[in-house]
């Protein structure tokens, strides 16, 4: 090796000095709700300045949100015909994909060796906002928001814990009466891995979510048994406490803490998960801004809205799933992308509108984050509060 080579290999680069840069940090730490999880930790435990993990803290963009939407569309939404516009795919619509031998390689390569051709979205794309970013015809509700937005792309991270989990763990509730963690799915069904969508991972059992249905009885077997007083049950609950805590003492495992705490959680619930979903107080006008007078985006509608409610009632991050299964309410749309797009964008396109237009008016928008993402890598979108924030 030459001396020239050895200089170079010691001369530090760029990236090193500077660190990864703010979408490197954003995916690599399950965009970015990891490290904030891990950096309010270790504020509050005055961590930061004596471990070599000081350095996170620095690099964490300093916002003021304190809670999270999290919008999750089931399925995985076509990029190419939603948020990402590829007037190049869309040129050769119809032309034999082209051969690239230095790119595919494997499976890729095997299934280019097939008559396939590309295929261009069907919908328009056009600018909006001062931003110019393209959407597709399929959003003009969420078009007017546009400016409000942030394009990210992301990955997954299967087996990990979901971001509300992360959140839970690492800021809590701000509510006692309610957990920190929310989830409202599709009221048609459950979405394909069930619960594990928003399970804890290898977090502590305590950190995943509290599935509420939308409507009805906001938990199953939450209402207190007739004839069984509040004194009565409170007696009741601090028994099982005290059998769970000793046999925790003899063997401690996550699972049986996360037990006593739901307890605990499901006594003050009773009194607070109703009126939580008991949206007949909401005036004509606000059902109208998330389309509950509409059939076709009443059901997400109402789950929006009580995102919002949960929003001002403390609640840390509200997970909303859109899609069940694989089928037609799913957004797995290989076989006709088309009408599949079309229908579950008319499902979804107004009531998030509604809900970034009703968080700004009532002034809750900056310190709240919302997220619109799929189970694919690119059309991850992220709103974040004002740069100036």
Known sequence: ????????????????????????????????????????????????????????????????????????????????????????????????????PHIAAGEL???????HVCVGSPFRFQRYGHSGRYLSELFPNLAHHVDDLAFIHGSTFPGSPSVGAWIQFGLGSENENLPGYVVIQDPRGAPT??????????????????????????????????GVTAEQQRLEFDAIAWLNRRELQESPNSELEARIAAYEMAFRLQTAAPELVDIEGETEQTKRLYGLNNPHTADFGRQCLLARRMVERGVRHTLLVHGVQIGT????????????????????DLPVAGLLADLKQRGLLDETLVVWSSEIRDGILMRFPPRSS
């Open 1 to 100: 090796m030459t001396g020239d080579d050895k200089m170079k290999r010691s001369r530090p680069s760029l990236r090193h000095v500077l660190g990864p840069s703010r979408r490197e940090l954003l995916a690599g730490a399950l965009n970015g709700f990891g490290a904030l999880a891990l950096g309010q930790i270790m504020a509050s435990e005055n961590l930061g300045a004596n471990t070599s993990l000081g350095h996170v803290n620095a690099l964490l963009p300093q916002r003021k949100a304190k809670n999270c939407i999290f919008l999750f569309m089931a399925g995985g939404v076509s990029q190419m015909d939603s948020l990402e516009y590829k007037p190049v795919l869309n040129a050769m619509h119809g032309k034999r994909i082209p051969q690239v």
């Open 193 to 226: 891995n069930g619960a594990a969508v928003w399970g804890n991972g290898y977090l502590p059992a305590a950190q995943q979510g509290i599935l509420l249905r939308p409507s009805g009885t906001p938990i199953i077997d939450l209402a207190r048994p007739q």
């Open 329 to 348: 309410h799913s957004w797995d749309d290989h076989g006709d992308v088309k009408s599949g797009m079309m229908r579950h964008c008319r499902e979804v």
């Open 109 to 115: 390569q095997g299934k280019l060796t097939f008559p």
